[in-house]
């Protein structure tokens, strides 16, 4: 499973660290390392203190696996 990470970007923000779960077409799932649970991209970054963010893809980096 490839790692990836997100830096919220409000004031509260934080690294986050998770797995890429589940990845079709339809559905991203990621699984944050600190709790152990489930999140769409979306909630992964808000996890992380991010705030107002209309492309959550776009501030989450994936780590392949080398």
Do not use: Q, W
């Not at 970007?9 to 779960?21: A, E, K, M």
């Amino acid at each position: 499973m490839p790692c990836v990470s997100t830096t919220g970007n409000g004031p509260n923000g934080r690294t986050v660290s998770g797995f890429l779960y589940r990845y079709t077409k339809n559905e991203v799932s990621i699984v944050c390392v600190c709790h152990g649970e489930s999140f769409t991209p979306a909630r992964f970054v808000e996890h992380a203190g991010g705030v107002d963010i209309s492309h959550p893809l776009k501030h989450i980096t994936i780590f392949p696996i080398a």
